[in-house]
């Protein structure tokens, strides 16, 4: 007689391993979604707090800037209200606009000088074309409204007048 168990029929150890097995791996799987759902939860608190922090340093920055732009304007106000001659008034003026260059300075904003340099259409808004046989083709003219640039970057693209020798003296527009 054959003692050893035919491989075909099933023992009664091996439905119980089985059972075994899918209770372990559901156990895993409840485990894996429990700590994924966790892990989720987490990182949108971190992006709602990330968020929020950003929001309040932004406004941190903001109210800096306008604590530093107060006493130009104090200055402007004092200058506007004193009983000053037009010589005084324009000094006060001229050291509140230092002022104010100064804040911007502060804040990595620079002027940005254009009268004589050749139009450059990422720097400049040309306004206006003039006709000037003594200075070169394209180049700047007259400055309606500075320029700023913050670093190397433009900040502010400066608006012109530049110089077309293209066109007749009697075709262009003067300056």
Not at 54 to 67: L, M, N, S, V
Not at 118 to 133: G, Y
Request: cysteine-free.
């Amino acid at each position: 007689m054959n003692t050893e168990p035919d491989a075909s029929e099933p023992t009664a150890n091996s439905a119980a391993d089985t059972n075994a097995d899918v209770a372990r791996l559901e156990s895993e799987l409840a485990a894996q979604k429990d700590r994924h759902l966790r892990l989720a939860a987490e990182f949108d608190n971190y992006r709602k707090r990330a968020a929020l922090e950003g929001e309040r340093r932004a406004a941190a920055q903001k109210e800096a800037f306008i604590r530093e732009l107060l006493p130009v304007i104090d200055n402007l106000e004092r200058a506007l209200a004193s009983d000053a001659s037009g010589k005084d008034l324009r000094e006060g003026v001229q050291l509140a606009l230092q002022q104010l260059h100064q804040l911007l300075r502060g804040h990595s904003v620079e002027p940005d000088e254009s009268v004589g340099l050749q139009f450059d259409p990422h720097r400049h808004e040309a306004l206006r074309v003039a006709h000037d046989v003594s200075q070169p083709d394209h180049a700047i003219l007259d400055v309606f409204e500075r320029g700023y640039r913050r670093d190397n970057e433009i900040f502010r693209p400066a608006k012109v007048i530049i110089n077309d020798l293209s066109q007749s003296e009697g075709a262009g527009n003067a300056g």
